[in-house]
């Protein structure tokens, strides 16, 4: 069980997006939670690899839980315009992988990367919230929901890329 981006970082996160909406002026950026009840439910262990990966009713949940949520700083349709990291990119370099099993072992940690940051947000080197912590607002299906939508994303670009 994770039970992180509680009470403090959930202030620094309040700051922090008072901050961002300034900055950006993309709006509200409170974190939303993510209505999960059309998907079958994890549990609350915390699962190792996403337990949605390629179901695309999750990625679809995830789909607005991404543009309420992420998308002022990343970037509508997880398109960085260059103000927030790239999502897409680490799924990309796992799929870009020779075998299945390394590409697998890739994502897997691919989403427990993702899992962390979204759960404790980012810090910078002063220790201010440069991402907001989500811990306090998604449950794990609204991680994994997200997740598999930016997986979604990513494959979609790759194959856009290919052509
Ligand atoms: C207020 C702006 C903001 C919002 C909103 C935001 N992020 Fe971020 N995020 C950032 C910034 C800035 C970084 C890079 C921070 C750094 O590297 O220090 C980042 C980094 C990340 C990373 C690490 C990427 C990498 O290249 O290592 C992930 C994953 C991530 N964000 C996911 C999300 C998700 C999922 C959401 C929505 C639930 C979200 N972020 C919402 C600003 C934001």
């Given at each position: 069980?994770?039970?992180l981006?509680?009470t403090?970082?959930?202030l620094?996160?309040?700051?922090?997006?008072?901050i961002?909406?300034k900055?950006?002026?993309?709006?509200?950026?409170?974190?939303?939670a993510?209505?999960t009840?059309?998907?079958?439910?994890?549990?609350?262990?915390?699962?190792?690899?996403?337990?949605?990966?390629?179901d695309a009713?999750a990625?679809t949940?995830?789909?607005?839980g991404?543009?309420?949520?992420?998308?002022?700083?990343?970037?509508?349709?997880?398109?960085?315009?260059?103000?927030?990291?790239?999502?897409?990119?680490?799924?990309k370099?796992?799929?870009?992988m020779g075998?299945?099993?390394?590409?697998?072992?890739?994502m897997?940690?691919?989403d427990g990367?993702?899992?962390?940051?979204?759960?404790?947000?980012k810090k910078n080197?002063d220790?201010?919230?440069?991402?907001?912590?989500?811990?306090?607002v998604?449950?794990?299906e609204?991680v994994?929901?997200?997740?598999a939508?930016?997986?979604?994303?990513?494959?979609?670009?790759?194959?856009?890329?290919r052509?």
């Open positions: 069980m994770q039970k981006g509680t403090s970082g959930f620094a996160g309040l700051f922090l997006m008072t961002a909406v900055v950006l002026a993309h709006g509200d950026v409170t974190p939303h993510v209505d009840s059309s998907l079958k439910p994890i549990g609350t262990e915390w699962a190792e690899t996403n337990p949605y990966r390629g009713k990625a949940v995830g789909a607005l991404y543009l309420q949520n992420c998308a002022g700083c990343h970037g509508l349709n997880a398109e960085s315009g260059g103000v927030a990291s790239d999502l897409l990119k680490y799924g370099e796992c799929l870009e075998s299945k099993s390394l590409q697998d072992a890739c897997k940690e691919g990367y993702f899992k962390d940051i979204t759960l404790n947000g080197s220790g201010r919230y440069t991402m907001p912590a989500y811990g306090a998604f449950t794990q609204a994994w929901a997200v997740k939508y930016i997986d979604a994303r990513t494959i979609e670009d790759m194959a856009k890329s052509k």
